[in-house]
C-alpha cells in the first residue's frame, strides 16, 4: 500500500495536540449523536420536535465525517474514535510502518508494522535513526581553509 504521506516523529508529535482537540470534538459528536438517536426512536414521526431532532442528528453526522475527512487530510488514519487511536505512515528501519498513538498516552512511543493492529504494537528504539530529523550538513575543513 502506498501513502501519500510518511511521517517522521517529529512530524507526528507536532500533531498531538490538534489531533486531541480533534478527536474529542469527534468523541464529544458521537455521543451526542447516540444519545440523539435514543430519543429519535421516542419521538413521534411528522412532528416539530422530529424535524428538529433530525436536522441536528444531520448537523453532528456532517461534523463528524468533515472531521474524518481532516483527519485523511493530515495524513493521520484514524483506527477507532471511541479509543482515540491513530496510526502515522513512518519509516522505521527502512520498512514503512505505523507509529502508533491513542488519546490520553503522553507522547508516541509505539509502532506496529502495516499489518498488524494495536495487539501487535512495539516499543519504538529509543533513538532510531530513521525516525530522528537529519543532521544538517557540516563544512568540511577545507571548504573553511579556502575561505
Not at 496510526?87 to 499489518?115: K, M, N, S
Not at 530522528?132 to 563544512?139: I, T
Request: glycine letters at 6%.
Amino acid at each position: 500500500m502506498m501513502y501519500y504521506r510518511l511521517f517522521s516523529l517529529d512530524e507526528a508529535r507536532k500533531l498531538l495536540p490538534e489531533l486531541q482537540r480533534v478527536l474529542r470534538q469527534m468523541q464529544e459528536a458521537k455521543t451526542a449523536l447516540t444519545q440523539l438517536q435514543a430519543r429519535l426512536k421516542l419521538t413521534r414521526p411528522h412532528t416539530p420536535e422530529r424535524r428538529a431532532l433530525e436536522e441536528e442528528a444531520r448537523f453532528l453526522i456532517g461534523s463528524l465525517e468533515a472531521d474524518k475527512a481532516y483527519l485523511d487530510q493530515l495524513g493521520v488514519h484514524l483506527k477507532d474514535l471511541d479509543r482515540g487511536l491513530v496510526d502515522f505512515p513512518a519509516r522505521l528501519g527502512g520498512q514503512v510502518v505505523f507509529l502508533c498513538w491513542q488519546l490520553g498516552e503522553p507522547d508516541i512511543t509505539y509502532w506496529h508494522p502495516l499489518t498488524g493492529g494495536y495487539a501487535e504494537r512495539r516499543p519504538l528504539p529509543q533513538a532510531e535513526p530513521a525516525l530522528q530529523p537529519a543532521p544538517p550538513p557540516r563544512a568540511s575543513p577545507d571548504a573553511c581553509e579556502a575561505r
